[in-house]
């Protein structure tokens, strides 16, 4: 369960904050521990890593697990995977959105604290905000109206859609017109 420091910090504090385990998320002065992945939430990042690599031979993709970003002055959140498009980020600490964020969730997140999360990165600007609960089969997309369920996770510009698979899997694969497209 996710625990906040008890004595307030700088932005600039957390930055030099190393932590056993993984990172934690920085939200005005608390350093919140964040839930570690399981076998299926492992399983699902490194699934979506690969959908992304493989797009990188088509577009100029940069993606990143586990990448501490600074959403606004005083926060700082850690993604699962984070996308991005163009140049690479030159930041340590990127402080320019992503086109995606997708956070997998574990059974023990809150929705409360997810959705501050989620929340987080489309006041950002992160274009595509996904989220994936590994057991429940079904992605979803997070904007201006909320979270809501979706047939599948999609980015037009890069013909993407991603839906989860008959097996364990989340898939993409290519259609005729170069479209990643699952099945």
Sequence with gaps: MPMASKAPITAEECLRVSFEGPDADF???QIVERNVGENQHSEVRVQLVAIFLELRKKHPLHIRTEL???VSATRFRVADVAVFLGPRPAESVPCTPPLVVAEIVSPDDRYTEITAKLNDYMM???RHVWLIAPWLRKPHAYGATGLHELPALRI???ELEITPGRSSA???RRSPRVTHRAA
Excluded: F
């Design 170 to 172: 989340w898939e993409s």
């Design 156 to 158: 037009p510009d890069l």
């Design 68 to 70: 501490r970003m600074q």
């Design 124 to 126: 950002w600007g992160v």
């Design 27 to 29: 939200i005005d002065g």
